[in-house]
Every structure is written in structure tokens, then in C-alpha cells.
């Protein structure tokens, strides 16, 4: 039942999305470029406060307080010192950023429709989706705030995801195995998805949060992004949403596993995994509480989440011997 | 002041303070303290993940037993010294229970205390107003029209409908409170966590599971004999088991022949055992499907499709024609093409030392070339069987093994007629082989599929389950909600009639939306003045 056309429109949306894509991190790696040297200049100029710049209109009671865009620029100053050029930089690349999700949501759509089930059932498939998901977290949450700073670091590893799916994961657009037809498969491994492009994100942040707290503020590209304090909520807030996400997945993996395999819970390697990932993120919601723990050391717990998220798509899918036979490889 | 969903735990700040002598009570005591410390239950948590890694990488006998006697049979020193500290059973080994158990044990400790604090904290008022407001993080102050009294009157009202729990501790502040659903929320979460234990420990000690391999056109009858592998709990009496047959009348199975889908060719696609099912003795029959993913009740247990294959029906003969063998025997597949191995072990053909052995592969669509014999194909268009033949002893010391294989240890491969060369049997279906040496002949009569039937009861999976979702519940309430506590003072401003309103918000570090909190009043309180 497989419609090949479709199947091919469906890879020709893929390789337009990387196309774009590619493009799109150009422009955030321009707009950071850009960047620097205006923040050079200002650390100069250090008299020009930022917040008088900012709420120059406003100011009353009524009309503002701290807002959350201003939140993330504090560090990094208003757009007015950000040089035109990077500034045009980030639109075109916002823009591309955008056109690239909707390519690989066409792509992703266009697939399901050729072998007309949900496009989730093996490795390639999740790779398109997780690299989807990823950028719908981005650009829906930069609708909210300026993110322009975290563009290069969110793009690059999407394009690098969707290169592995393509050439090391790609497999023919097919029908599903018996043990993958049921409606757990779509609702188990989409919120899984969606969560992973969550935990990405937040992985991202932490990434470079860690990243300042090493290497100081002041070194390369760390200078163009906001504050620790900044990033390190930023990490949390991502991952808050993520965890309940990733807690439904676990129980609705159960409830699928119930169905197909008899038992709710097996020990099989992908779930041992899927258990591990949740105790690991639970750690890290932990640790950021705990007395005589730093956040630093507990954004650490949050990294260990996410390898093990890697670890679980590219190693346990691969290599493991389980019942979760779906790689398709 | 600090505002934290965690009461603060003075048990925990005391850590660090060098502990005097203590008696053994005092030892037990500090002990539990320990145990029920937020720092102990961060690192059982992380343990519990490393401990629970050596179950995906070496195989586990539960899940695969052939497969871990394997492992440690090709890893000479290292299999048994793993296999004595449970790394083949990690999740019923004691390191990993002693884990779990710790951090339950914790669990309670830690959630039953804070229970009782936070039933005291949602029935007390909110606290007095700190003097100085604009030392909280987030605070403002706007001066409207109206006398103090009155206009602290409607700051109260402003709080109430934007759920906050007000209370004045004098005539010109208010104190307010929101937000205590989201420890309940935590508090659930955790306690749902035990629920979830509890359910699992239940399903283990009341629930069982047997596998049976089921040809067409044979019946099972639901006893513990009757079962090829049964692993019932330690409190489970088998002789309750419902007594339910079951024949499997047709066994349908479909797989992608459109060459088209490259890569697929030859997948499996769909399932389908037909059942004639007796619930009790004496009943009528009822036709029942069942699928992969559509697994069938049978009051008391639920039957699953997690298997099928071939049973090639193989009759062997003495040298006189006498019939030593005659059965579908099922061979088990070992890819998606269902090259299947199994043995045929003729016990009757003589006594110890004299008994036959044959055992090799079944292949539905069978090719015999340079890569040796293999199945191209998972359905059954040119079936073959590819055998060695052996004699000697079939059970040497009686030890257990498997159905599917030869334990060849005390017996000798056959040769040709000529002694050149071990002996190699091919057979398509309905051929004859005469072995050498006058030791009779082996036939493939038919060919059969065989189900692979899972049955299982877990009467602790409803536990389990509303417990997980009511534990997901919790957390999305102690995620998002936000506990705050706002504080308005009143004053009347220079001007004749006008009312300062100094009002100051106080969260915990995180809670970024503090500001537009404090907005969200001051615009309900504006709403009520105009
Ligand atoms: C099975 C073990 C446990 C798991 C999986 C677990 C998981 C979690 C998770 C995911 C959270 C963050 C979500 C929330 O705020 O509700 C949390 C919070 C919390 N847990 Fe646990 N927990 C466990 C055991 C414990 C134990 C033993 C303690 C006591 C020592 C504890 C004390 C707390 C506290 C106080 C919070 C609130 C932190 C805050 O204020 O945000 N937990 N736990």
C-alpha cells in the first residue's frame, strides 16, 4: 500500500528542510558574530544603562514591570546596540528557522500519509520527528522571548540529527510490524518525541550555562549569551515541562506494553532506559533542591538526563537485544 | 524569610554540626535522620539508575534464559563471578531490592513528616507583613484615591478573587497566601509513588504467567502441566487456576510480499490465531480471535499472541517400519525469515547409548547454496527441513535442557553410507529419508503453525495504574503551580483623600512571574476603584 510518490515528496521536503536549515544557522552563527564586537564596544562605554533604553516609553506602575524579553536582553543590552546587520542576520534566520519546521513537518506528514499510519515506527522516523519537535520547542518558545543568542546552538545539532537519520538510519517508508499497530504507538512515542525535543533544548541551555560557569563570561561566544541566572531557569523551566511529558511516556509505554507483550513491565533494555532517563531528570529536579548542592553540579544531573537520551535512540535501539524491535535496520 | 514548597527541615541543617556522644537510641535516631534526608534520597535516586544499567547490557535469565546460559558459558571467568552477584537477575537481586527498599523507606520518612507540616500550614494564616516591603524582591507602590480603610477593604477583595488567602494581623496590612495546592501536589505525587510499589509487590506475589507453544489443531487445557514454562508467584496455589481449554483451530499469518517496499519484503504483517475457547468444562464453545495487540480474556488470566512458527510433522521408523516418532514439532525461529532450529529426540529407538537425535533447521522457503542452507521467505512456499542425525545417549545425567536442542555431549554424529563424510539430511515436504546402517528412515509428513501463547494474571496492575496517573497528577500540580505570598500595606498619602499602596510580593528564587503577580493585583485592585 505504499505510495512511493508520496514517499519521495517526502524526502524531497526533508532535504529542503536541511537546505533551509543549513542557511538558517548561518544567520544565527552571523547574528552572533555581529554580536561581539558591539558588546566589546558597550563594555567600553559602561555607562549607558540598559534598562533606561529599554522601558524608555513606559516606566509607570501599570504598563510593564520587568518584561520577559528584557529579562533575557539584561545582559546582552537592547536591540538598538545590536548592529543592524546581525539584526537582519536574525530575522532572516528566524524566518528560515521557521520555514525548516514547516518542511519537516511536511515531511514527517507526507511520509505518514504514504504508508498511511503515523510516521513514528523506526529509527529514521524518530530521528525526523526528535529533530521537529526540537525546533517547534524553539521557535514556539521564541515567540515568547528573544532567543535569538540560542538559534546556532539549537540548528547545528538538528542538522547533525537529521544527516545521522538520513544516511546512517534511513529506512524505506513501510508498513508497521503487527506488535507496533495499535494506538499506544501514537500516542507513546509522540509525546516521547515531543518531550526529547524538550529536553533537548533545555540540554542546549545547560550546555552553555555550564559552559559560562567554566569558562567565565567574558570568553568568545559565551559573552553574547545572558546571564547564568538567565540560562540556568531557563534549563529548569524547559525541563519541568519535559518531565511530566517523559512521566506520561513511561506510563503509557506501560499500557501499551500490556497490551502487546502481556506484562506491563518487563525489564526489557528500552525500558530499563526509559526508567533510567526518569530517575536521572527526577535526580535532577531533586538536586536542585537539595541543601549543599550547587545548581551547577545539579544542571550536571540534567546533562547525564539528556546522554542518556542519546544513549537510549542510538545505542540501546541498535545494539541491545529486546522486545522493542522496531530500529528497523 | 524563605518561602519553599520544602518546610524547612531543621533535621537536615543539622548535618553538619559535629554530633555529640550518643547513646544507641540516640545512633538510631541520627540514623534515620540520615535516611530521610533530601540528600539521601538524591543519591539511593541516582544509584537506583546506575544500579538498574547491568540489566540492559548482559542478558537476564528471566527474560531470556537460553541466551544468558550462553553468555556465561562463552565468558569462562567472568560468567559465573557475575552470575554469583546477580548480574543475570539484576532486578530480583538483593543489591537492587536493598536499593529501592532504601529509598521507599526514605520515601515514607520523609513524606509522611511533611504531610503532617503542610496539613498544619494549610489551616494557618498567612504571616504578618514584614516591616520594610521594598526589601522584597518584587514590590511596587501606587497611590490612589480613597481613604486607607476603605481602600485596604477592596486590596483584600482584589487578593480574594485572584485566589489568595488574606488575612489582615492589623489595621493596615494583608497578608496573602496562594498556592498550597502545589505541595498537596508533591505530597501526592510521592505518596502515589508508594501506590505504585505497593501494586507492583501485589502483581509479583498473586500473579503468574505460563507460555505454551500451541500447534494447529491441538488443545490446551489451562493446568500447570499443561504449560511449557510457568513462573507463578509465591503466593499463587496452581490447582486455582480456571480451567479453561482452548483449541487453536487456524492460524493465519501475513507477510509484505509487494517487492515494491524495498527493504520490507518479506515483514511480517499480521496475526491472527483462531481459538475455539471453553471457559469451564461442559460449556459451549465460543470462537475467539486472538491478535498481536488483542489479546484475549479468560477470566483469571488474559491470553496473549507473542509467538508463532512452524511444527514440521516428522515421523520416524525402525528398520522394520515400526513408528518410534510422530509429532508437529515446533522449531523455533531464529530470523525474519524463519530459519528455525529444533531437534527431533527419539528416545524409544533403543535404549541409552542407542537412542537417535536429529536436529538442524526448518526452512519455509528453503535455498541451499554456498552461504549454506537458509529461508528466504517467512512463509511457507518451499518448505525443507536441513538435519545432522546422531545416536548415543539423548539425556546424559538427566539433566534438564532444552526442547529445541541436542545435548550432543554423549552422542556421535552419523556418517554416510560410505563413512566419507557426516551425514546430511534434506528433506522437502512429504519425502523419506532411509538412514544408513539400517536404522530406519525419517518422513516430512505436513507442515503446521504453531501459536506461542502467553498467559498471565497481574491483580496488582489496577493498583499500579491509578497510582501512576495519580502520581502524574500531583506532578503537574507541584510543577506549575506557584506558591506566593503577598503582602499590601496602606497609608494615606500627602494629598488630602488619596491612599499610598505599598504592596510587596515574596517567592521562591525561580518565580520569574512575581512582577506581573504584583501587576495582576494592583489591576483588579484599579478595576475596583473605577
Ligand atoms: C522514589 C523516590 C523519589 C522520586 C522518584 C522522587 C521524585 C521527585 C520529583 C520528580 C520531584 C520534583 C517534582 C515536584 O516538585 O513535585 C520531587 C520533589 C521533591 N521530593 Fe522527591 N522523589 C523521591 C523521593 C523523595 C524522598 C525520599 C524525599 C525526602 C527526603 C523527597 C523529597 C522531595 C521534596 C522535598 C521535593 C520538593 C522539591 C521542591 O520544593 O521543589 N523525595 N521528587
Not at chain 1, 547574528?31 to 534598562?51: I, K, T
Not at chain 2, 553538619?16 to 533530601?38: I, N
Request: aromatic share 10%.
Amino acid at each position: 500500500m505504499t505510495n512511493e510518490t508520496l514517499a519521495s515528496y517526502a524526502n524531497l521536503s526533508l532535504y529542503s528542510a536541511m537546505a533551509v536549515l543549513t542557511l538558517s544557522m548561518l544567520g544565527y552563527a552571523g547574528y552572533l558574530a555581529g554580536l561581539l564586537p558591539a558588546r566589546d564596544a558597550r563594555a567600553e562605554s559602561a555607562d549607558a544603562p540598559d534598562r533606561e533604553l529599554v522601558s524608555a516609553g513606559g516606566g509607570s506602575a501599570g504598563d510593564g514591570g520587568p518584561s520577559r524579553a528584557d529579562a533575557v536582553t539584561a545582559r546582552g543590552g537592547s536591540d538598538a546596540q545590536v548592529p543592524l546587520r546581525a539584526r537582519k542576520a536574525a530575522g532572516v534566520a528566524h524566518t528560515l528557522a521557521l520555514l525548516g519546521t514547516v518542511l519537516l513537518f511536511a515531511s514527517a506528514a507526507l511520509r505518514g500519509a504514504s504508508v498511511q499510519r503515523w510516521p513514528l515506527g523506526n529509527m529514521f522516523e524518530f530521528g525526523v520527528a526528535a529533530a521537529l519537535f526540537t525546533m517547534v520547542v524553539f521557535v514556539a518558545y521564541g515567540l515568547r522571548r528573544d532567543l535569538r543568542w540560542l538559534g546556532l546552538f539549537v540548528v547545528a545539532p538538528v542538522l547533525i540529527l537529521l544527516g545521522l537519520a538520513n544516511t546512517v538510519w534511513y529506512t524505506e517508508a513501510a508498513e508497521l510490524m503487527p506488535s507496533l499497530k495499535s494506538v499506544w504507538l501514537v500516542i507513546h512515542v509522540t509525546v516521547a518525541t515531543i518531550s526529547v525535543g524538550l529536553f533537548a533544548v533545555g540540554f542546549v541551555i545547560a550546555l552553555l550555562y555550564l559552559a559560562q560557569d567554566r569558562f567565565g563570561t567574558e570568553r568568545g561566544v559565551l559573552r553574547a549569551l545572558p546571564d547564568g541566572k538567565t540560562l540556568e531557569r531557563l534549563t529548569y523551566g524547559l525541563h519541568i515541562i519535559a518531565f511530566p511529558l517523559w512521566t506520561f511516556t513511561l506510563i503509557a509505554g506501560a499500557i501499551w506494553a500490556r497490551q502487546a507483550w502481556g506484562s506491563y513491565w518487563n525489564w526489557d533494555p528500552k525500558e530499563v532506559w526509559t526508567f533510567i532517563i526518569w530517575v536521572v531528570y527526577a535526580a535532577y529536579l531533586h538536586a536542585r533542591v537539595t541543601r549543599g548542592w550547587r545548581r551547577q553540579s545539579a544542571t550536571w544531573v540534567a546533562v547525564a538526563g539528556f546522554v542518556c537520551i542519546i544513549v537510549n535512540y542510538a545505542v540501546v535501539n541498535m545494539y541491545f537485544v529486546g522486545q522493542h524491535s522496531y530500529s528497523g535496520l | 524569610m524563605s518561602l519553599s514548597t520544602q518546610p524547612a527541615d531543621p533535621r537536615t541543617e543539622r548535618d553538619d554540626v559535629t554530633q555529640p556522644q550518643l547513646g544507641p537510641l540516640g545512633l538510631l535516631r541520627f540514623a534515620w535522620r540520615q535516611l530521610t534526608s533530601m540528600r539521601t534520597a538524591l543519591f539511593l535516586l541516582l544509584l537506583v539508575a546506575v544500579a538498574a544499567l547491568p540489566g540492559s547490557i548482559f542478558p537476564q535469565r528471566s527474560i531470556d534464559a537460553v541466551r544468558t546460559a550462553d553468555w556465561i558459558a562463552r565468558h569462562e571467568t567472568a560468567g559465573p563471578i557475575l552470575d554469583t552477584l546477580g548480574f543475570f537477575e539484576v532486578y530480583a537481586s538483593p543489591w537492587f531490592a536493598a536499593i529501592y527498599l532504601l529509598l521507599f523507606v526514605s520515601l515514607v520518612g520523609c513524606v509522611l513528616p511533611r504531610s503532617r507540616i503542610h496539613w498544619r500550614a494549610m489551616r494557618s494564616l498567612p504571616p504578618r507583613a514584614p516591616k520594610r516591603l521594598e526589601r522584597l524582591s518584587a514590590h511596587e507602590s501606587v497611590t490612589l484615591d480613597g481613604a486607607p480603610d476603605e481602600v485596604l477593604r477592596e486590596v483584600r477583595s482584589a487578593l480574594r478573587s485572584g485566589r489568595f488567602r488574606t488575612h489582615s494581623h492589623d489595621a493596615t496590612t494583608v497578608s496573602a497566601e496562594k498556592g498550597y495546592l502545589k505541595e498537596t501536589g508533591n505530597l501526592l505525587f510521592h505518596l502515589a509513588l508508594i501506590g505504585v510499589i505497593v501494586g507492583m509487590a501485589w502483581g509479583h506475589l498473586l500473579g503468574w504467567k505460563g507460555d505454551v507453544i500451541l500447534p494447529v489443531g491441538q488443545t490446551f487445557a489451562n493446568t500447570v502441566a499443561r504449560y511449557d514454562t510457568i513462573s507463578p508467584g509465591p503466593l499463587v496455589d496452581p490447582a486455582d487456576f480456571t480451567p479453561f481449554t482452548m483449541k487453536l483451530t487456524r492460524f493465519d499469518a501475513e507477510f509484505e510480499d509487494d517487492v515494491q517496499g524495498k527493504g520490507q519484503f518479506g515483514s511480517p504483517r499480521d496475526f491472527t490465531a483462531y481459538v475455539d475457547f471453553t471457559k469451564t468444562p461442559g460449556a459451549e464453545p465460543e470462537k475467539k480471535v486472538i491478535r498481536v495487540n488483542g489479546p484475549l480474556e479468560t477470566g483469571g488470566g488474559t491470553a496473549f499472541l507473542l509467538g508463532n512458527g512452524y511444527a514440521p510433522k516428522i515421523t520416524v521408523r525402525n528398520a522394520a517400519g515400526t513408528v518410534l516418532y510422530s509429532e508437529a514439532t515446533p522449531f523455533l525461529a531464529q530470523d525474519n525469515n524463519y530459519t528455525s532450529v529444533g531437534a527431533v529426540k527419539v528416545a524409544g529407538a533403543g535404549p541409552a547409548g542407542k537412542q537417535l537425535g536429529f536436529a538442524g533447521l526448518f526452512l519455509p522457503t528453503a535455498v541451499l547454496d554456498e552461504q549454506g542452507p537458509r529461508s528466504v521467505f517467512p512463509d511457507a512456499l518451499e518448505p525443507a527441513l536441513a538435519l545432522s542425525a546422531f545416536e548415543g545417549t539423548l539425556f546424559p545425567q538427566g539433566r534438564p535442557q532444552s526442547v529445541y536442542s541436542l545435548d550432543t555431549d554423549d552422542m556421535t554424529q552419523l556418517k554416510n553410507a560410505d563413512g566419507s563424510d557426516l551425514l546430511r539430511i534434506w528433506l522437502t515436504q512429504g519425502q523419506t529419508f532411509t538412514l544408513p546402517g539400517g536404522q530406519g528412515s525419517i518422513t516430512f509428513d505436513g507442515l503446521e503453525r504453531f501459536a506461542g501463547i502467553s498467559i498471565r494474571s497481574d491483580p496488582g496492575k489496577e493498583l499500579t495504574l491509578v497510582s501512576a496517573l495519580a502520581a502524574l497528577l500531583g506532578l503537574i500540580l507541584s510543577l506549575t503551580i506557584r506558591r506566593r505570598r503577598v503582602f499590601v500595606r496602606v497609608a494615606p498619602a500627602a494629598e488630602q483623600g488619596r491612599t499610598v499602596v505599598s504592596i510587596g510580593g515574596l517567592a521562591k528564587d525561580d518565580d520569574e512571574g512575581m512582577g506581573e503577580q504584583l501587576e495582576d493585583v494592583l489591576t483588579r485592585l484599579k478595576e475596583r476603584r473605577t
